[in-house]
């Protein structure tokens, strides 16, 4: 043997099958580490594409706004309000997104809850709302619909307002930042039927040292900054009190809120209409606590006498003409 391997012969024959040995295990190798390269390769394009994804982030850190409309049987103002709409805020350059809020369920009308439902579902990417009546129309594009840094800025102020006068009035057309929204756990629950969550709505903001800004120096006035839309002799309005409702919503509501709203989001449908951006539409149905707020369905309430006084009240308003 060991003249064998002292043939100098065999020993570079055995030294040469090493080294090809050698040389194919490291081919062997080297194809995975060019898939390592190729996976850099491919990794470059996902670079460009999460580069392009950031810019696209930068230009929609612009602020966004979220117009709330909350929405029950009145189509036809809503195919006058979305052409509108969108005509009077291209011009002011305003990234907005118009979500109708749409009451399904068989209580009556609850504006605030529809609010603070619509705001749970758009807050993680609107970082502003205007909580928007469907039949008021701006018409003066001095009405600026910008963020509202500085505080809750109330574009259809008492000065301005066709209808409703008083100094604390917040109704119509509110424009609130996320923060601030979510600060006074949003509007109250407990306003079915029309009327007065708004005036609940101002007492929050107050006491959350919020100052309500409003335009200055329009030039228009009482009779022509808004166009009111709403037919009211054939969309009355739900005046009715029942049970303890008159007493309860005089006072300020402590507890319920954005925070306790109970809904379900039973549909979202885009539609657009007369060839305006695509707007979305929330079917809500909302619970309701009739412990708590009976008065969110009054047909079986024995106390109708409320209803009965409001109603010769209306007649008397309509009586003199309006
Ligand atoms: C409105 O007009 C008053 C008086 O001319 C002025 O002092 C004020 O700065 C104006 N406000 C705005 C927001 O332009
Ligand atoms: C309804 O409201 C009452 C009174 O606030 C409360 O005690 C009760 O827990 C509520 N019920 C439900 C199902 O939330």
Known sequence: MKAFWKNSKVRYLFLCILIT?????????????LDECKCD?????????RQVQRTNQIKSGK??????????DRFDELLIFVPHMHKFLSKQNIRYHI???????????NRASLINAGFLEVQKEFDYIAMHDVDLLPMNDELLYHYPAQGPYHIASPELHPRYHYPTFVGGILLVNREQFVQ???????????????DEFYVRLKEAGLNVGRPENVSTGTHNTFKHIHDRNRKKRD?????NQREVTRRRDRRTGLKDVSYELVDITELTIAGTPTITVFKVSLDCNKTDTPWCDCTKSDDMKG???EDKKKNKKSQHGS
């Open 21 to 33: 040995f050698v040389t194919s295990c490291i081919i062997g190798i080297t194809p995975i580490s």
């Open 41 to 49: 390769i491919q990794g470059s394009p996902s670079k460009l594409i």
């Open 63 to 72: 602020h966004r706004l979220a117009i709330l409309v909350p929405f029950r």
């Open 99 to 109: 979500f109708i809020v749409n009451q399904i369920d068989n209580y009556r009308f």
């Open 184 to 198: 006074v756990n949003g509007m109250s629950n407990k306003y079915w039927g029309w009327g007065l969550e708004d």
């Open 239 to 243: 005046m009715t009190k029942c049970y």
């Open 307 to 309: 209803e009965k006084v």
